[in-house]
């Protein structure tokens, strides 16, 4: 068992070790729509690569994870096969988004150094293929917003 302190330490020494790892520009948040962002997430449950969609306005939330829904065939069918919809789902925070998210499918847990290479190969390829996806249809996606 870790202190708060040791916990926080080898969290960012996990950040740490992908970005040297990966040394790559995600496109994370610079999506240029709002509350539209790419996330890598990592505890001790589990590593995901995903998309939250959390813009202020539940319409605007709604009409864009229908958009994507629209996308999920080519999604699921060209780029991630395993890839999960949510269109309710609360957070940590309590706050509900729109989640689309795909998991590493081995056992995964932060405080395990030795499950830290297959969840930076999983990153990597996952968010790859996500920001691969998100190019090719960013067009049809930010009609939603008109």
Avoid: C
Avoid at 40 to 64: C, E, G, M, Q, Y
Avoid at 75 to 81: Q, R
Avoid at 88 to 100: D, F, L, M
Wanted: hydrophobic content about 45%; aromatic content about 18%.
């Amino acid at each position: 068992m870790f202190s708060k302190e040791e916990a926080a330490l080898v969290r960012k020494e996990f950040w740490l070790s992908f970005a040297k790892s990966f040394p790559k520009k995600w496109l994370l948040y610079n999506t240029k729509i709002k509350g539209f962002s790419f996330k890598f997430h990592a505890d001790r449950n589990a590593a995901l690569v995903l998309l939250d969609i959390a813009p202020k306005s539940d319409a605007k939330r709604t009409l864009l994870y229908e958009q994507l829904q629209a996308l999920q065939p080519i999604l699921t069918e060209n780029y991630l096969p395993e890839i999960v919809f949510s269109e309710n789902y609360r957070v940590a925070s309590g706050k509900e988004v729109s989640r689309i998210y795909t998991a590493l499918p081995s056992p995964f847990n932060i405080y395990n150094k030795n499950t830290w290479p297959k969840a930076f190969e999983f990153f990597n390829e996952k968010m790859s293929l996500f920001e691969r996806f998100f190019f090719e249809y960013e067009g049809f996606i930010k009609e939603a917003e008109l």
